[in-house]
């Protein structure tokens, strides 16, 4: 098992107020787990809880398990080198993970040379054959420039190609398509498909798009109000939903995809 999440428990300290309340989950090595929720359910904050980086107002417990060690138990140090390394994110808006001070060359190479311990020219090499593999165009003219210069679904998939190049065991992907517009969402999802058919990562998608999990994912967790409501294989959850939450979801997808053939037609 690659991945065991028990009893987690996520509560603010000022009010004792529970965020998450008693999450149980896992993952196998190789596999996609989709996290369904609309927004509020608790599926960002489960998140970030798993690299450590909710801040001091939090207070966590339960046990995290990533490959046999429980990463509750970790110091910051001793997590710092299992972020980017082992567990890569993602996240919603790409905008915000760049320093706007860096150019993209600077950024790239800095996070190569610190987590695989190269040099700064393999650093470069390395930053352009991940940037291609995203099928991105003017490479050398993409490093030069800053974070502000490019796309969202541009800064997506230098993310993605950051992922590619670290190789770690577990990518989560933090409503990765949320700030892009249609058409760069179908390209990144391709993208996520060549990550978890070809390079054998293992993924923790987190989305409240349903027809993007039902590509994508193995299993599925449905979370409300800080509870997994339901979870199993994506199939089944699909084809016979026991929650009546998750029969809601299923539906307003189903409905909202009925009424954009009727308009097409």
């Known amino acids: 098992m690659l991945l065991e999440v028990k009893n987690l428990q996520i509560k603010l300290k000022h009010n004792e107020k529970k965020i998450i309340k008693n999450s149980n989950f896992s993952m196998k090595k190789n596999t996609c787990l989709g996290i369904l929720g609309e927004s509020g359910s608790g599926k960002s904050i489960t998140c970030k809880s798993l690299l450590n980086i909710l801040n001091k107002d939090f207070d966590v417990s339960g046990e995290i398990i990533f490959e046999g060690k429980d990463l509750l138990k970790f110091s910051q140090t001793e997590m710092r080198e299992i972020r980017g390394k082992d567990i890569c994110m993602i996240v919603q808006n790409p905008m915000t993970s760049f320093d706007p001070l860096y150019t993209m060359e600077n950024q790239m190479t800095e996070t190569f040379c610190e987590h695989l ?6 650093a470069v090499l390395l930053a352009m054959e991940v940037l291609e593999k995203m099928k991105l165009k003017d490479i050398p003219g993409i490093l030069k420039k800053y974070p502000h210069e490019l796309s ?35 390209d990144i999802i391709e993208e996520f498909k060549i990550l978890k058919n ?5 993924l923790l998608f987190v ?4 027809g993007v999990l039902s590509v994508l994912a193995d299993s599925l967790i449905i979370m409300q109000n800080g509870e997994i409501v339901e979870k199993g294989r994506t199939e089944e959850i699909m084809s016979n939903p026991k929650h009546e939450h998750t029969k809601f979801l299923i539906e307003t997808r189903r409905a909202l995809m009925d009424r954009f053939k009727k308009v097409k037609q």
């Open 207 to 210: 989305t409240h798009d349903l």
């Open 198 to 202: 070809e390079l054998n990562v293992s």
């Open 152 to 186: 969202g679904g541009m800064l997506q998939r230098i993310m993605i190609a950051i992922a590619i190049a670290l190789k770690p065991r577990l990518i989560i992907a933090d409503e990765p398509t949320t700030a892009i517009d249609s058409l760069n969402q179908k």
């Open 117 to 122: 311990k190269i040099s700064r020219k393999k």
